[in-house]
């Protein structure tokens, strides 16, 4: 007995696929982790050698990583995502037939 909502082919059924949230593309996702993770380095490092007071850097970067973990959004994601040069790889996506614009020119 099958009671899974799984189509046979594998995929979400389209009600559900309409409803879930837009994700980030992995690149969006790449570049957003290794700013946060420069970001922290730089706050520990300076931290560490400068001033105590630098401590404020990593804990606003692990405060915006556990809202995004609790909330699904990542403010920083989002502003990495409407950079010019992730901006230019969507809009060939979509040119070039991508689903972005489920096949129909815009």
């Known amino acids: ?6 189509s046979e082919t594998g995929s979400r059924p389209r009600a ?5 949230p837009a994700q980030p ?22 931290a560490y050698f ?11 970067v692990g405060t915006g990583l556990v809202f995004a973990g609790v909330s699904g959004k990542c403010p920083m994601a989002s502003l990495i995502a409407r950079m010019p040069w992730n901006r ?16 129909r020119p815009s």
């Open 1 to 6: 007995m099958n009671t899974t909502s799984i």
């Open 16 to 20: 559900a696929a309409a409803a879930a």
């Open 25 to 46: 593309s992995p690149q969006v996702m790449r570049q957003t982790q290794a700013l946060m993770g420069a970001v922290l380095l730089a706050g520990t490092a300076a």
């Open 50 to 60: 400068v001033n105590a007071a630098w401590m404020v850097v990593p804990l606003i």
């Open 88 to 103: 230019a790889a969507e809009a060939k996506s979509c040119s070039n037939g991508g689903s972005c614009c489920q096949g």
